[in-house]
């Protein structure tokens, strides 16, 4: 009768054992890479509708072929975009030339990827038939800009103007590329900093009624960056089904919406470290 006690005593510790183990490796384990859902944000170079169509479809593609989850953050304002961007708070981010420096400076974030043969030229658009048709014209006048630290539209420009063409100018920043073509043809600029690409995606009446007067350089393009934490490799699959993405035709016309036709994989030093020559940190303005 005794034995029989213990017995049954010894299997209600064994199951209260069994059962504490079972609940601490359900509770303790360490979430895995493929249920984690890692945050990826863009550079508000257009409407969050634009941006949510383009990337959201890109997100859906890259999830498909990594098993990994994303969640597309919109960032409706160059600020948002930078604080999330220099405080680490974000996995992947699609970041200009200049916050890739940057992010990389603050927060040691990777580049992962960017497109081969695009390059950024940086333009100043007046409204056509304006009476503004030289650099010079716009001298003591309101110019607008998405953001201070936007790279070729504005950063690397207002520092050309100032310094390069010796022209006064007053800034007017409205938060994306297309906000500051639509300043000079409302009226309220007498020109804007842009580029190439974000125009030629303007409707036809705002592209008929703009006219290109001054060009920065070309510089190397927008970069697809990694937060350091995000697990090697997490950072690899999603580099090598990007650049899997491009052999077809789905795939590549994804790429082509995001200005990612041609990408190849990006290097720190080799890219984006050799910016600091162009010595615009002073021309930086960092978010609140």
């Known amino acids: 009768m005794l034995?029989?006690?213990?017995?049954?005593f010894c299997v209600y510790v064994m199951k209260k054992i069994i059962l504490s183990f079972l609940l601490y490796i359900t509770v303790f384990q360490p979430v895995s890479a493929k249920d984690h859902v890692y945050s990826w944000t863009v550079v508000p170079q257009f409407s969050p509708t634009i941006?949510?169509?383009?990337?959201?479809?890109?997100?859906?593609?890259?999830?498909?072929?990594?098993?990994?989850?994303?969640?597309?953050?919109?960032?409706?304002?160059?600020?948002?975009?930078?604080?999330?961007?220099?405080?680490?708070?974000?996995?992947?981010?699609?970041?200009?030339?200049?916050?890739t420096l940057?992010?990389?400076?603050a927060q040691a974030y990777i580049p992962l990827l960017r497109d081969e043969h695009r390059r950024l030229t940086g333009i100043l658009v007046v409204r056509k038939g304006s009476p503004y048709q030289k650099v010079a014209d716009i001298e003591g006048k309101k110019v607008a800009f998405a953001s201070p630290n936007a790279f070729a539209v504005s950063l690397y420009m207002r520092a050309l103007l100032s310094e390069k063409e010796?022209?006064?100018f007053t800034p007017r920043y409205v938060g994306t590329h297309s906000n500051a073509y639509r300043q000079v043809l409302l009226g309220k600029a007498v020109a804007s900093g842009g580029i190439y690409r974000t125009l030629r995606k303007e409707r036809a009446e705002v592209q008929d009624n703009l006219q290109v007067i001054y060009e920065t350089p070309k510089t190397i393009t927008h970069a697809i960056i990694a937060h350091p934490t995000v697990p090697v490799k997490v950072r690899a699959r999603v580099q090598q089904a990007i650049l899997e993405m491009a052999s077809n035709e789905k795939g590549q016309q994804l790429l082509s919406n995001v200005f990612l036709a041609q990408p190849i994989k990006a290097d720190f030093n080799r890219d984006y470290a050799p910016l600091v020559l162009l010595n615009l940190d002073k021309y930086v303005v960092l978010p609140d």
Not at 81 to 90: A, D, H
Not at 102 to 105: E, F, G, S, W, Y
């Open 102 to 105: 940057l992010a990389h400076r």
């Open 51 to 99: 941006v949510h169509r383009d990337w959201g479809a890109l997100l859906k593609m890259l999830e498909q072929r990594t098993g990994y989850r994303f969640r597309l953050v919109i960032a409706d304002s160059f600020n948002f975009f930078e604080t999330s961007l220099f405080q680490g708070k974000v996995d992947f981010a699609y970041a200009n030339p200049y916050q």
């Open 166 to 168: 010796k022209i006064s």
């Open 3 to 8: 034995d029989s006690g213990i017995r049954v």
